[in-house]
T-cell receptor, first 114, second 109 residues
Framework: DVKVTQSSRYLVKRTGEKVFLECVQD?????MFWYRQDPGLGLRLIYF???????EKGDIPEGYSVSREKKERFSLILESASTNQTSMYLC?????????????FGDGTRLSIL | GQSLEQPSEVTAVEGAIVQINCTYQ??????LSWYQQHDGGAPTFLSY????GLEETGRFSSFLSRSDSYGYLLLQELQMKDSASYFC??????????FGAGTRLTVKP
């Protein structure tokens, strides 16, 4: 089975801090995604990547950046955390560059910004 | 822009059949997927439609009409464990995917 591992299940940070959320997948998938999930809003795409060092903006990239230095790892960076970035963050991966492949999700990181 | 609409809540009883609809307005559409998410859990893939018609996987079926920009998830013989949130998601030919806001299904005894 595909395993998508997010480094932290719960995280508490302070306003203005630089925050790193890490995600690793073990199935050599090409695509990786970062979403945030908020009540009533579903999953909103922040960034995705279809290859090493490649990234594409999703619907809500403002205040975030990403890094994909290795195929298996996709990092989400909050440059200067703000309280409105308190949310559940979900990482996902899918096998190929086609946009229809099933996505495999990690267990999520519940991030609180104080 | 790209938007998906699905009902926010649905309630049904055990053993019943329930249909969760999804409409989308989009260009570059590649296919419609459905995901299930239990409280506190990660979304898990249920089904995918690229072509018009019905796809059946056990008690779950999914339907797509590209001309109507519409699809649905059909859950039969409902069980208590089916209580969860269900998301439709549209894949695009530029590799990304967009999710709906989710439908919370409550199955009652």
């Amino acid at each position: 089975d595909v395993k998508v591992t997010q480094s932290s299940r719960y995280l508490v940070k302070r306003t203005g801090e630089k925050v790193f959320l890490e995600c690793v997948q073990d199935m050599d998938h090409e695509n990786m995604f970062w979403y945030r999930q908020d009540p009533g809003l579903g999953l909103r795409l922040i960034y995705f990547s279809y290859d090493v060092k490649m990234k594409e903006k999703g619907d809500i990239p403002e205040g975030y950046s990403v890094s994909r230095e290795k195929k298996e790892r996709f990092s989400l960076i909050l440059e200067s955390a703000s309280t409105n970035q308190t949310s559940m963050y979900l990482c996902a991966s899918s096998p190929t560059r086609q946009g229809n492949q099933p996505q495999h999700f990690g267990d999520g990181t519940r991030l609180s910004i104080l | 822009g790209q938007s998906l609409e699905q009902p926010s809540e649905v309630t049904a009883v055990e053993g019943a059949i329930v249909q969760i609809n999804c409409t989308y307005q989009t260009s570059g559409f590649y296919g419609l997927s459905w995901y299930q998410q239990h409280d506190g859990g990660a979304p898990t893939f249920l089904s995918y439609n690229a072509l018009d018609g019905l796809e059946e996987t056990g008690r779950f079926s999914s339907f797509l009409s590209r001309s109507d920009s519409y699809g649905y998830l059909l859950l039969q013989e409902l069980q208590m464990k089916d209580s969860a949130s269900y998301f439709c998601a549209v894949g695009y030919n530029n590799n990304d995917m967009r999710f709906g806001a989710g439908t919370r299904l409550t199955v009652k005894p």
